[in-house]
Each structure stands twice: as C-alpha cells, then as structure tokens.
C-alpha cells in the first residue's frame, strides 16, 4: 500500500512568487492534515479537511494560503504571495475515520523563501 | 487549549545507556498521547500511543511510555540505547471529544544522539 506522498520535496522561490505544493494522501483515507515545522519549533497545525471539506482551517497563517482538496482526493496548498516568513518544511498527513488519531505521514516538503 | 512540551531540545546518551526523553503536556480533557520519531529524510511515525486503560504503553523498538495524569507526563523511554534509535522524537496530544477529527498538536521535538 503507497504512503502518504508530497511533491515537490524541496521548492526554492523568491519572495513574492507563488507556490503550489500538493499531497496524495493513503487512499482511503478521508481525514487530511496540513502542518508545517519552521526550523526547530514544534510541527504546527495549518488545517484539516474530512473528504473534500475544510472541518478545521484554524492554523492557516493568512489568506495568503489556501489549501483544497478536490473530490476528496489529492490536496494542494498554494502559498501566494510567499514571503520570508513562509520557510520550513510542510507536512502532510492522513488519517482513516475517528480512529485512534494515528496520523500517517509523507517526507514533507521543504519550502525555502528568497 | 491544548499544548505539549519537550524538556531539552537534544539528548546525547551512550550506546546500551537509559534512553529518557520528557513530555509534559496541558489539556482540559483526558488527551490521547503520542510519540513520534523522525529518521533523516523520513516522515514522521508512530513509536507508540496511549488512549485508555493501562498507562504503560509499548511500542515499536523497544520504547515505552508511561501516562502519568497526577504529573501530565507521557516521558518516553528505552532501557538500552542503539545507534539506530538517532533520530527526532515528537511528543503529541490530541482531544478525543473533539468533533469532526482529531486535531494533533506537536512539541518542538527532541534530536536524540547515540555514542558509539
């Protein structure tokens, strides 16, 4: 069974372009995560989808992010315009129902702002 | 709110030497915890996780950890360090009253270093 899966794994932009990174979650599993970890501060949450809905989106630093999940499916979450600010690494993780709470992780994607 | 701490952002232990990474956390309501460990260029796994019942919970390689309520403290522990347990270690909460999900929250983590 395929993993959790981010792409691009490390993305290098100048302050002001725009950034897409996407997440192919387990399949099957309706609860997505997006968390990003600015270097050595803990993994913060950003927001959470169930399918194809936001359940949760109280992390999401500004309205410079915005993060779908067409069809309840692959995820994307679109920084524009970066800023310095936005460095570190994204991560994204998915969960099957309520379950235990056991989040599955990708490699996360490391977003560096110039 | 909930929130997690990691007592010192890196431990160096010897090789065959008590592994001890601390944990405190704050929550209104009896959490689930959790830890996670980070290899290099890996994404994050569960190492173990306590949601009911006995407070002493075993998880994969050797590593245990104990829910202490009294304290608010889920330390994580392994009697005899191996260079292959290097890695970052996350301790975590999540309220399993919330509705729709679980909303984990992270600590800062812990790089853990093993002498040869």
């Known amino acids: 069974e395929a993993g959790v899966t981010q792409f691009p794994s490390h993305s290098v932009i100048e302050k002001g372009q725009t950034v897409t990174l996407r997440c192919d979650p387990i399949?099957?599993?309706?609860?997505l995560y997006w968390y990003r970890r600015v270097m050595g501060k803990e993994i913060k949450f950003l927001l959470h989808?169930?399918?194809?809905?936001?359940?949760?989106e109280s992390g999401m630093p500004n309205n410079r992010f915005l993060a779908e999940r067409t069809g309840g499916t692959y995820s994307t979450l679109k920084v524009q315009p970066a800023e310095l600010e936005d460095s570190g690494v994204y991560f994204c993780?998915?969960?099957?129902?309520?379950?235990?709470?056991?989040?599955?992780f990708g490699e996360g994607s490391r977003l560096t702002v110039l | 709110a909930q929130s997690v701490t990691q007592l010192g952002s890196h431990v160096s232990v010897s090789e065959g030497a008590l592994v001890l990474l601390r944990c405190n956390y704050s929550s209104s309501v009896p959490p689930y915890l959790f830890w996670y460990v980070q290899y290099p260029n890996q994404g994050l796994q569960l190492l173990l996780k306590?949601?009911?019942?006995?407070?002493l919970v075993k998880g994969i390689n050797g590593f245990e950890a104990e829910f202490k309520k009294s304290e608010t403290s889920f330390h994580l522990t392994k009697p005899s360090a191996h260079m292959s347990d290097a890695a970052e270690y996350f301790c975590?909460?999540?309220?399993?009253?919330?509705?729709?999900?679980?909303?984990?929250?992270f600590g800062a983590g812990t790089r853990l270093f093993v002498k040869a």
């Open positions: 975590a909460v999540s309220d399993p009253f919330s509705t729709g999900g679980f909303k984990t929250i």
């Open positions: 399949s099957g599993h309706d609860n």
């Open positions: 993780a998915s969960s099957q129902g309520l379950g235990t709470g056991e989040l599955f």
């Open positions: 306590y949601t009911t019942g006995a407070t």
């Open positions: 989808f169930v399918k194809e809905s936001k359940q949760d």
